[in-house]
């Protein structure tokens, strides 16, 4: 039986900035003893991601345990049974890989309250308020609202408990996530910059986006061009849809900022879309729907 004052808190580590601060804050709030320290794992992250898990670790003083999905080995394997990247209720990928193995998870385990990332930041208080009015089940709390904890804060807080970090914001991506293939939300910034840096990754996503095309026999690409009479951008011109741009005729974005990804990365509840949302094609023909918890 537990104690009056015992608590089980779930704290979703999601391999971000801000998630990591969140489960430090919740643990000094509700102790120790009481927190749950979870990874979803998509087998799809950057190595440095696994270095940072085991810092934060010997910084909370307490083991991050690591799930992943049982039903698909591959985040290509995902992309290829569903013939898509993005749906209207987000990434493809983050819905199976994450949202999926985080609801399954719940269904077995009994929790009081669950730890969630959202920063101090104007966009983030809709989905926040969003998640509590829509998904009550969750019992979310949100340290970094009470705190008033943005990304810049939480930068300062990992350096000051001598963490290096990540090595994707180093080299100027606005999250951690998915650098395996890179970002199917990242915009069109993130995979300009994928172009340049890491051409390997970008080549193999163009390509990517052509098996699901010629599978689906149907435009399946990352972006769109918010520009009048802009449509669908692939990363490379596909030869039986000649008038989709492709990414080098977009001119230069910025590397805009994400959410960090933890199964609740797709289309806010109460936000208008914000520019990088605007620059994803999210596919609305497809049927596929699946609650958030």
């Known amino acids: 039986m537990k104690k009056k004052d015992e608590k089980k808190i779930i704290c979703w580590w ?4 801000t998630s990591s601060v969140a489960c430090k804050l ?4 509700y102790g120790l003893e009481n927190c749950k320290v979870i990874f979803i794992d998509t087998k799809n992250e950057h190595e440095d991601t696994y270095r ?26 995902v992309w290829r049974k569903h013939k898509s990247l993005n749906v209207a209720t987000g990434a493809i990928c983050s819905s199976h890989l994450k949202r999926k193995v985080r609801e399954d998870w719940q269904k077995e385990n009994d929790y009081d309250f669950q730890i969630f990332g959202f920063e101090f930041e104007s966009k983030e208080f809709n989905r926040a308020k969003g998640l509590k009015l829509n998904h009550s089940k969750a019992k979310a709390i949100f340290p970094l609202l009470m705190f008033g904890y943005n990304k810049e804060d939480c930068l300062d807080i990992v350096r000051k408990a001598k963490i290096k970090i990540p090595i ?4 100027g991506f606005q999250n951690n996530n998915c650098f395996g293939t890179g970002c199917v939300q990242g915009g069109i910034g993130y995979w300009q910059k994928m172009k340049t840096d890491f051409p390997e990754k970008f080549e193999a996503m163009a390509k990517m986006e052509h098996e699901l095309t010629e599978l689906k026999k149907k435009p399946v690409t990352m972006l769109k061009d918010q520009s009048k009479n ?6 490379r011109k596909h030869k039986d849809y000649p008038q989709i741009k492709e990414i080098s005729q977009m001119k230069g974005h910025k590397v805009k900022p994400l959410k960090d990804c933890n199964g609740y990365c797709g289309i806010d509840i109460l936000n208008e879309q914000n520019e990088t949302e605007q620059e994803i094609n999210f596919d609305n023909g497809e049927n596929y729907q699946t609650s958030l918890f």
């Not at 919740?26 to 709030?29: G, V």
């Not at 994707?168 to 080299?171: T, V």
């Open 14 to 17: 999601s391999g971000g900035i």
């Open 52 to 77: 940072f898990l085991k810092d934060c670790e010997k910084w909370y003083e307490k083991e991050i345990e690591v799930i992943t999905s049982n039903n698909y080995d591959s985040i290509q394997e």
């Open 230 to 235: 802009g449509g669908l951008v692939f990363l």
């Open 26 to 29: 919740a643990i000094d709030l």
């Open 168 to 171: 994707m914001y180093k080299i």
